[in-house]
């Protein structure tokens, strides 16, 4: 409680946290905190210890379900939460503590009805707008590892999954702004440029499709998608038109450029 007093007044920024020491038992824990408080001389009035440490034990199973159930329902202060979150900015675990971390989780099982718990905590949960862009802005850019993409090879839904995700995909209505959105981003995605679309579609040159491709360093599939509007291409011919600024084709536009099929030779 005094340090907490002192952040109070003072303000949590002009406290630095750091790792001092790392124990692997109880024993050897509370033999550090009291030769750490004794070397630095921290014990309060002079320093924010209340005591000289050393008193640390292994709370019981009823003492942690007893503070389990004083800090249920709990609701932190906007102040405590910035407090809390100035103190952990630019803390950086060391590789030993990872590696201690990283053991302590390894074969830990979660139970079903811990699952449930976690479920029932954050259902009905929405992030707000301000975190949503920031972990969009984290991932940005942000290469999947050789682990990750392993992992997802050949990972197939299961039944129930997929039964899943089609009830919550029933009736769901995609606003025009959503829409808007999703052709932006398909568009961004595109290999080829609106210029190159347009030459392709209007194919002035009478070329082949296999010519665009070497022309344009792509696959021949990707200008069959474009000549035949398929994929990230398959836009309505007037949003089309709008986007990529071409007019529109007449009849005799079309009878002059006919689209031609995939072309397999070489």
């Known amino acids: 409680m005094i340090l907490y007093h002192a952040m109070r007044l003072h303000g949590v920024e002009h406290f630095t946290f750091e790792v001092v020491c790392e124990c692997d038992t109880l024993e050897e824990l509370n033999a550090k905190e009291i030769e750490y408080i004794s070397i630095n001389d921290s014990l309060a009035p002079k320093g924010y210890n209340a005591g000289k440490g050393g008193d640390n034990y292994e709370k019981t199973p009823e003492t942690r379900a007893k503070l389990s159930a004083s800090n249920k329902g709990r609701i932190m202060s906007e102040e405590w939460r910035k407090n809390m979150s100035i103190a952990a900015k630019g803390r950086t675990a060391t590789e030993e503590t990872r590696l201690k971390m990283r053991k302590a989780q390894k074969g830990r099982i979660i139970t079903d009805e811990t699952k449930q718990k976690l479920r029932d905590a954050n259902l009905g949960k929405k992030q707000t707008a301000d975190t949503i862009a920031k972990k969009r802005a984290a991932r940005m850019g942000v290469p999947w590892s050789d682990k990750k993409r392993e992992s997802m090879k050949g990972r197939k839904a299961s039944e129930e999954q997929k039964k899943k995700m089609s009830n919550i995909m029933k009736g769901r209505v995609i606003s025009e702004e959503a829409k808007q959105k999703m052709r932006d981003t398909k568009k961004a995605q595109r290999k080829i440029t609106d210029e190159q679309i347009k030459e392709i579609r209007d194919n002035p040159e009478n ?28 836009l309505p011919l007037g949003d089309s038109v709008d986007l990529l600024g071409l007019s529109e084709h007449t009849d005799s536009q079309k009878a002059s450029h006919p689209v031609e099929p995939l072309d397999e030779s070489p």
Request: proline share 0%; net charge positive; aromatic share 10%.
């Open 207 to 234: 070329l082949r499709q296999c010519d665009f491709a070497i022309k344009f360093n792509v696959s021949k599939q990707l200008i069959n998608n474009i000549v035949h509007c398929k994929g990230c291409y398959a």
